[in-house]
């Protein structure tokens, strides 16, 4: 079973940067395309980013669409989440998720979880 830890978040204003990690228990981490999710209070979890299991093919949610940007380096068995210009709407839980199936926004088909880790954004 993989096991998915998050870290990186904390409070930034608004137009800065962060950087989540997620480390992975397994080396079969390098066979999972890998997804990124975040929940905002009050609403419902929502897709971000996406990519592959050699990271040649990745994914975004028109709303990060060129401020974030999704990498993996299988030799750590990680995945980040380096999130340029940051806005008060991205405030929320993040969380990575891995899957073996890649159809990137089926949250359904992620079989692994992470706790999550906040990010908040003030104005």
């Known amino acids: 079973q993989v096991q998915l830890v998050e870290s990186g978040g904390g409070l930034v204003q608004a137009g800065d940067s962060l950087r989540l990690s997620c480390a992975a228990s397994?080396?079969?981490?390098?066979?999972?395309?890998m997804g990124w999710f975040r929940q905002a209070p009050g609403k419902e979890r929502e897709f971000v980013a996406a990519?592959?299991?050699?990271?040649?093919?990745?994914y975004y949610a028109d709303s990060v669409k060129g401020r974030f940007t999704i990498s993996r380096d299988n030799a750590k068995n990680t995945v980040y989440l380096q999130m340029n210009n940051l806005k008060p709407e991205d405030t929320a839980v993040y969380y990575c998720?891995?899957?073996?199936?890649?159809?990137?926004?089926?949250?359904?088909?992620?079989?692994?979880w992470g706790q999550g880790t906040q990010v908040t954004v003030s104005s």
């Open positions: 990519i592959s299991w050699n990271g040649a093919t990745t």
């Open positions: 998720a891995a899957s073996k199936i890649w159809i990137p926004t089926r949250q359904s088909l992620y079989e692994y």
């Open positions: 397994e080396r079969t981490f390098s066979t999972n395309a």
